[in-house]
Every structure is written in structure tokens, then in C-alpha cells.
């Protein structure tokens, strides 16, 4: 029998930091005295991690988060941040009959799952195991999933479901990339997976085909989830606050919520996407090293998979135990162990498995148990060699605990810094033969992770059916987003456009185009084709100070622009944003230019130029007929600007008047410019090429270098000129009704321009600009491409706005100016 001392010590001895809990001094003695001899091995205390260093881990571990989730980043990145295409959690309503397949442990699982829609959010679940041979997940990926279609097809029979057509739901527990909730690309196998054939494939297609060979069952694969994701999705049906999933078995991972707008691999900026991290890759490049022991680095060299899964190797349960038999085998060479004498067990690599260390740490009876276990491997331990074995024991699980909480607290921190609280409150779901068979484990888990995020008050709730429930309640989910986006796809079928209505479309607007041209249909076009008197672009030769003003939203700029010309060609900004009130957007013109002014002073008395006569831009993006640079005539208000006396008059006259009534400064106004002549200036001082502005946001509109000779309104043949185009009202005149919806309709009948610009901001660009602002550059391009396939197009982003481009107008009129003169 041994000892009181003796059966307590190894378990005063896990313990490191605020977790060791003193007892009498006679058991601090001894377990002290295992101190020493961690001290004296190096290795063995090297396992023990203080909290310091677990908060390091985490905030590299948060680091690696933030390079998976990026695009330019995630192709160097450890942990892949794997977008699942789960957008929904369970919201109760889902209902149906549904299948699951669950790949990836030690056993194979096949399940029924009843959902009821009875206000209880029940479920009724059937299951059945079958064996995984080493012959087929290390044979051919044909054999493997055969082998799968034929548990599956043997579940059915048992079920008496071979006459029912079934969805089903995959989860394969192995890092995937998907494109689509019902497909996933294998991007490399993990633990002890080794099947030829299947790495670089769509493995759910793969599934597929196995079952379509089996003629007596119908079934349809809707959805293909990770482990993680299908263990939070089972405890989310339960706990509507579950968006963590945490796997700790004979692999480790864990997916969460993520913010869309985070998420640079999918499109999209709405809602929440779950995030496979693929977190076992963790230190695959080094980061993890000054971590690692010369067992993990021994482990790591005999594994299936060298170099990879680094961090899952010193968490999960195929790898602990392993970790233990190389640390005794050390232990026992250098004579601290069994009087150093090894057995042949002790050198077999396999021995020691994951239940023979839950077994060895049992609070009451692990040491009897040590006993036992090392007698069966011909150890013959004496009762010091059997406390420090267990003691070994709990420094390997105790640190796989540590390093598990470490990377749970980042997800924690990152959920809870994504919602901006000071504190969370959330639910995460866990699954796993090690959380769930380890005596100690989870105590250890829970303890470490709420002292490394004391702001995060956890639920940690255990999945009780296992990760396939959670593959049939997301099929579950995606039928019910199904069945909402088959009406939400009714509503939005009048916005899609098939290429002959665009291909019509683009031919109305040229007609348009040509009659702004002329000077005989000019006055009835829809589309203005207004003359800018912009003749030039720069030619790098500008240089001088110069003033700009950027009105046509809510917010007005004043910029200051340094232009240096020659081989330190350059262009400074400093700017200044001033907000326009709604009561003098839509008040008289003359408190909107005195608002403009006193913005404008408040510019110059910033940067201390007051008394400097400069000249200057002015960006106005509303349509002006132009009689010359300088002079521009509003022709009607938009964008929800509505100020009085200003329709029919020279804003570039009424600014002047705001200027004289304030007696503070003056000022050489040289050009009054559309936002998109701007842009195009902006944009065509980088590059000579540039002979297109476009607009796309509040309002939308477009200019173009126009040839002289077409510009009947305007005198002489030579040159170009820039023409703003005004396509804001295209349709104005009942030519684009087709493509009107109800919607359309209804937003213009609310607005302050009733039966005008009707294919402005307020028709279809608008609820593309609004709600698919991400991917609306992608499908402008693709568009553009398949419209004028002639014309080789460079889409440029102006990144400093339309203000720079009116100074650099100011400038280029300057320079030709100048030229006429001599």
C-alpha cells in the first residue's frame, strides 16, 4: 500500500503557478523534493508553462488568426482561418428527417436525426458506430469513401429508410477549403489519415459518387462541415449562445463566429460567417519552437505527417501518450526510473496510450492503476517510480490543458473585442474522447481559461450527441436558408439582368449619348452631355500651391494641394472635412455659400494662409451647363440637396458674392469641375492613359474625352474636350421602364425628385452600391469586359478623391493659360 505522502505529492506537484494549493508542510516536502528533480532533468520542468507565458501564446496565436483571415496574408499562414459557408446558427424553426456521416476519429458514425418544430426545439437521434480499418483511411481515397457509401447504405437497412430520399450531412474532420457549404477541396490529411488520391479533391463530390453506386438509396449530400463546426452547431440547437466549437480528441481544433466584414476570402461585409481555424497547424512555422521539447521534436520526426500539426501534437490524445512513453524511456536510460532498466514495451513506439494516462491519473485509484499498466509493460515500478510517472503523466496533460486554453482565450478575446463589449458572455460547445474520459482535464481547462480572460464569463457545454448532429442540424439550417432565399430570390428576380437587357441597355444609352451631342436634340436629351471646357490633362509640368473645394455630399472639403513638377514630381495634400447641416443643404443658396465661406476661413486660418490669394478648383457634383472653365450654371439639384435660387444661376458667381459679403480673404477661382472630371484628373496625373471618370456611390455619373468635331454645342473641331456626362438621367424619359421594378418606383415617389434621375442613385446601382459595395468592382469589370470586349479597360481606384483633381485642373489651366499668353 502506499503512503498518504506518496498519494498526494504527484498531485500537489501538477500544479504550477496560482493553481498549487498548499497542504500540510510533510506533502509540500515531497513535493518539493519532485521539484528537484524536474530542476535537475531541465526537459521535464521545461513542460510546465507560467501564465506570462501562456498570455504570449495567445497573442501570437491572435496574430495568426489575423493572417489567416486576410487574403494577401493567408497563403503564408499556419492557421488557415478557413471560411465554412455556415452563416446561421439554430433558430429553432428547423423540422425534417436528416441523415449524417461523421469521418475522422477512430470510429466511423452513421446517424438519423429527427427535428421537430413543436416550440421545444427537440430532436430525436439514432446512431450507429463502425470501425475505421488502417487498410482503408491509409488504402485509396476510391476505397475510403466506397467504404463510407457502404456503412451508410448498411445504416439505411437498419433504419428501414432505403425508400426515403434523405439530405445529408457530412463532417469530415480534416482542414478543407470551401468555396460553398456542400463542397470542400481536402487541403491535407491530419492524425492518423493517410488515404492516397483525395488530397487536392473535392471530397464531398467524392462521397457522392461512392453513393450514387449504391442504386437502392437516395440520398443527397447538402452540406460538408469540419468537426468543430458541427460540434458548436449541436450545442447551438441547445444554447442559442454557443458560437464557439472546440474539439479535443484524437485531434484538436476549434471554429467560431467571425464577422463577415473580417473575412478578405468571401465576399460579402454583412453578418457572420463561421471560421474553421485549423488551429493543430499552429507553430508549423516556427513559432511555437521555443516551446517544444526534444520529445515533441522525436514525436513529430516519427509521425505520418513530419512538421505538421506541430501544435495539435502537443495537445491531442494520439499524441500524448506517446509523449509520456518517450519522456519514461529518457527518464529510465539515465537511471531515474526502474533502477534503469528498460523494457522492450517501453521501446515500442504505441505502447503507452491516452487511456493509459486518463487511467494513471484517476484521483483515487491512478497510482494502483500506474502499478498495474507498468507491470504490463514489464516495468516491475517501485512506489517512487510509480509517483513519478503519474506525475509525468499530469505535467504532458496538464500542459496539452494550458496550451488548449491559450488559443480558446484568443478566440474569446477576438469575440469579444468583434462585439466591443468590456465583457462577453458566451457558450462554447466541446466534443472530444480527451475533454470528455481525462479525470482532470476539464477542471484544468475551465480553471486556466477564465484566469487568462477574466472579462469573459464562459459556459463550457458538452455535446452530448457528438459532431455528426451538428452536420444534420447545419443541413437542417441550409434547408430552412433555403426555403427563405427561394422567396427572397422571387423578390429580387426583376433586378437580374440577362446580358441581351443589358446588351439593349447599353444601346439606349448610346442613342442617348449622341442626342446630348447635338445641338438640335440636345435640349430634349435625358442624358446632358454637359461641356466641361477641360481641354487638357496634366503633363507632369504643373507646380504652384493651389486651393480646392469637394461639395456634393454631406460633408464639404477644403484641401490645400503643393504640386512639384521634374524628377521630384509630387503632389502634397493637407484637408479639412466640414459637415452640411440638412437645414442649409435644403435652406436658401445664400446660407449655403456663407456656410461654404465660413468653411473655407476656417481652412485658411488652420494652415495660416489667410492673406494668400491662391487659386482655386471648385469640385461641384451636381449638373452644370458650362460656358467656359469658370463659369458653370446649375442646371438641378440632386443627392438630396435642395437649396433655393441657385437652379439657373453661376454658382461660380455666387460663391464669388459669399467671398465678397464675408471681406475676410480673396481668392482666383480658375475651375468649377464635376466630381468626375475630378477623378479622371486624379487619376490621369498617375496615369497619361486615363480618359474616363466614373462615379459610383452617392449618386453616380460618368465623363469622357470627347472629340471636338462630335461637340456640336461648342465652337471648333480641334482637340478634345471633357464631357460630363449626366447619365443620372438616363431614363427620364420612360426609355429604361422595362427595367424599372416596383421598388424602383416606390423610392423615386418618395423622393425630393420625383420623375427624375430615375437611373440615378435611386434604381438598381443603388442597391448595388449599398449592399454589395464588395463585390460591385468585380461585377462592373466582368461586365464591362463581356459588353465591349474590343476595348482593353484598366479600372484605376482614385485614392485621393475629386478634390485633388480640381486643383490639379486649376493647374493644368494655369499651365495653358500661360501658353496662350505667349
Avoid at 500540510?24 to 520542468?45: A, N
Avoid at 424553426?93 to 413543436?118: I, T
Wanted: charged residues 25%; neutral net charge.
Amino acid at each position: 500500500m502506499f503512503s498518504d505522502c506518496s498519494r498526494h505529492a504527484w498531485a500537489l506537484t501538477a500544479f504550477s503557478g496560482p493553481d498549487s494549493e498548499g497542504s500540510d508542510p510533510h506533502q509540500l516536502c515531497c513535493s518539493s523534493s519532485l521539484h528537484e528533480q524536474e530542476e535537475k532533468m531541465g526537459y521535464l520542468y521545461h513542460m510546465r508553462l507560467s501564465d506570462d507565458v501562456l498570455l504570449d501564446v495567445m497573442a501570437r496565436f491572435q496574430a495568426e488568426m489575423v493572417k489567416g483571415l486576410g487574403r494577401d496574408t493567408n497563403p503564408t499562414a499556419t492557421v488557415k482561418m478557413l471560411p465554412s459557408f455556415v452563416r446561421s446558427l439554430p433558430d429553432g424553426s428547423e423540422k425534417g428527417d436528416f441523415l449524417a456521416v461523421d469521418l475522422g476519429g477512430s470510429q466511423f458514425r452513421a446517424l438519423e436525426v429527427k427535428v421537430f418544430n413543436d416550440g421545444r426545439q427537440s430532436s430525436q437521434l439514432e446512431s450507429k458506430f463502425y470501425p475505421t480499418p488502417k487498410e482503408v483511411i491509409q488504402g485509396s481515397g476510391a476505397e475510403l469513401f466506397s467504404y463510407v457509401a457502404d456503412c451508410l447504405s448498411d445504416f439505411m437497412e437498419s433504419r428501414n429508410l432505403k425508400h426515403k430520399k434523405l439530405p445529408l450531412g457530412f463532417t469530415f474532420s480534416f482542414p478543407c477549403k470551401q468555396t460553398e457549404l456542400e463542397e470542400g477541396v481536402l487541403l491535407s490529411w491530419t492524425k492518423h489519415f493517410k488515404a492516397r488520391g483525395v488530397q487536392g479533391t473535392d471530397v464531398a463530390s467524392s462521397l457522392r459518387k461512392a453513393l450514387q453506386k449504391h442504386k437502392d438509396i437516395d440520398v443527397d449530400v447538402l452540406a460538408m462541415v469540419n468537426d468543430t463546426v458541427g460540434t458548436m452547431m449541436t450545442c447551438g440547437y441547445d444554447d442559442p449562445r454557443c458560437e464557439v466549437g472546440l474539439i479535443i480528441g484524437t485531434g484538436t481544433n476549434a471554429c467560431y463566429m467571425e464577422e463577415m466584414r473580417h473575412i478578405d476570402l468571401v465576399e460579402g461585409d454583412e453578418g457572420r460567417m463561421c471560421i474553421n481555424t485549423e488551429w493543430g497547424a499552429f507553430g508549423d512555422d516556427g513559432a511555437l519552437d521555443d516551446l517544444r521539447t526534444e520529445f515533441d521534436r522525436e514525436l513529430d520526426l516519427g509521425s505520418l505527417n513530419p512538421g505538421k500539426q506541430l501544435f495539435e501534437k502537443m495537445i491531442s490524445s494520439l499524441y500524448l501518450g506517446e509523449l509520456v512513453r518517450l519522456i519514461l524511456l529518457k527518464m529510465t536510460k539515465e537511471g531515474l526510473l526502474f533502477n534503469g532498466k528498460v523494457s522492450a514495451a517501453l521501446l515500442t513506439k504505441g505502447k503507452i496510450e491516452m487511456k493509459h494516462v486518463s487511467a494513471m491519473e484517476k484521483y483515487k485509484e491512478g497510482l494502483s492503476n500506474t502499478k498495474e499498466i507498468l507491470t504490463e509493460l514489464n516495468l516491475f515500478p517501485s512506489e517512487d517510480d510509480c509517483i513519478a510517472v503519474q506525475h509525468v503523466c499530469t505535467i504532458v496533460s496538464f500542459r496539452s490543458a494550458n496550451l488548449c486554453a491559450a488559443a480558446l482565450a484568443a478566440i474569446l478575446t477576438r469575440l469579444r473585442e468583434n462585439k466591443k463589449l468590456l465583457r462577453l458572455r458566451t457558450t462554447v460547445g466541446i466534443d472530444g474522447g480527451l475533454y470528455k474520459t481525462h479525470p482532470q482535464y476539464p477542471k484544468r481547462l475551465h480553471k486556466v481559461v477564465r484566469r487568462l480572460v477574466p472579462n469573459c464569463d464562459v459556459r463550457f457545454l458538452l455535446s452530448q450527441s457528438g459532431s455528426a448532429k451538428g452536420a444534420a442540424m447545419v443541413t437542417a439550417v441550409a434547408y430552412r436558408l433555403a426555403a427563405q432565399r427561394k422567396q427572397i430570390d422571387a423578390v429580387l428576380a426583376p433586378f437580374v439582368l440577362s446580358l441581351e437587357t443589358l446588351r439593349d441597355v447599353k444601346n439606349k444609352m448610346r442613342t442617348e449619348l449622341e442626342y446630348g451631342l447635338k445641338r438640335e436634340t440636345q435640349d430634349r436629351a435625358t442624358v446632358k452631355m454637359l461641356p466641361t471646357y477641360v481641354c487638357g490633362t496634366p503633363d507632369g509640368t504643373e507646380k504652384g500651391k493651389y486651393l480646392a473645394l469637394d461639395l456634393g455630399g454631406t460633408n464639404f472639403r477644403v484641401l490645400l494641394v503643393k504640386i512639384r513638377s521634374g524628377r521630384r514630381r509630387s503632389v502634397r495634400m493637407y484637408n479639412k472635412i466640414f459637415a452640411i447641416p440638412l437645414e442649409i443643404m435644403q435652406g436658401t443658396g445664400e446660407e449655403l455659400f456663407d456656410h461654404i465661406v465660413q468653411c473655407i476661413a476656417d481652412f485658411l486660418e488652420y494652415m495660416g494662409i489667410k492673406g494668400a490669394r491662391l487659386p482655386l478648383g471648385f469640385t461641384f457634383s451636381f449638373p452644370c451647363r458650362q460656358a467656359s472653365i469658370d463659369k458653370g450654371t446649375l442646371v438641378g439639384w440632386t443627392k438630396g440637396f435642395k437649396a433655393t435660387d441657385c437652379e439657373g444661376e453661376d454658382v461660380v458667381d455666387m460663391l464669388r458674392e459669399a467671398i465678397r459679403r464675408r471681406n475676410e480673404f480673396d481668392l482666383d477661382i480658375v475651375a468649377v469641375v464635376n466630381d468626375t472630371v475630378g477623378t479622371m484628373m486624379t487619376c490621369g496625373y498617375e496615369d497619361p492613359n486615363c480618359e474616363i471618370g466614373l462615379i459610383a456611390g452617392t449618386g453616380s455619373n460618368v465623363c469622357y474625352m470627347e472629340d471636338m468635331k462630335n461637340i456640336e454645342i461648342v465652337e471648333g473641331n480641334e482637340g478634345k474636350m471633357c464631357i460630363n456626362t449626366e447619365w443620372g438621367g438616363f431614363g427620364d424619359n420612360g426609355c429604361i421602364d422595362n427595367i424599372r421594378t416596383k421598388y424602383d418606383k416606390e423610392v423615386d415617389e418618395g423622393s425630393l425628385n420625383i420623375k427624375a434621375k430615375v437611373s440615378d442613385q435611386k434604381s438598381i446601382p443603388r442597391i448595388l452600391f449599398s449592399s454589395f459595395s464588395f463585390s460591385f468592382s468585380r461585377v462592373l469589370q466582368e461586365t464591362v469586359k463581356e459588353l465591349a470586349p474590343r476595348c482593353d479597360v484598366t479600372f484605376m481606384l482614385s485614392e485621393d478623391g475629386s478634390g485633388k483633381g480640381a486643383a490639379l485642373i486649376t493647374a493644368v489651366a494655369k499651365r495653358l493659360h500661360n501658353i496662350g499668353q505667349k
